[in-house]
């Protein structure tokens, strides 16, 4: 039987929340070297926040909790896109298809996850 803290690693929210991370973190490579402590710096840290707070709500001990820290997931989310967006704008990135598509898709799981926890409260 696995621990209550390690349940996290079983949903494909997080799952997928990593494999973003891993796509985020090899795709900021090819940002200009002056924004290594701003744009890149920022995007580091909300899409690294999207997993993070799977992992922490998981972990508490209420649904109540869980549904709160699958909502600050969400606003990493959010941020992280808003932050994608202006670095496509920017002409900082492109070629970022595949890691729009997964965001939506994270986007929508996390949607749906926090509805079902909402109908168990």
Do not use: C
Request: charged residues 30%; aromatic residues 8%.
């Amino acid at each position: 039987m696995k621990s209550r803290s390690n349940q996290y690693r079983d949903l494909l929210v997080w799952q997928k929340g990593m494999k973003l991370v891993e796509m985020v973190y090899g795709k900021l490579t090819e940002f200009p070297k002056e924004e290594l402590y701003g744009l890149t710096s920022q995007i580091k840290r909300s899409v690294i926040s999207i997993p993070s707070n799977i992992a922490e709500g998981k972990g508490r001990k209420t649904n109540k909790d869980f549904i709160q820290f699958l909502h600050i997931a969400l606003g990493s989310l959010y941020e992280f896109q808003t932050q994608m967006e202006l670095a496509k704008r920017l002409n900082m990135i492109e070629n970022i298809n595949e890691i729009e598509n997964i965001s939506l898709e994270i986007e929508k799981m996390l949607n749906a996850l926090i509805n079902s926890k909402k109908e168990y409260k």
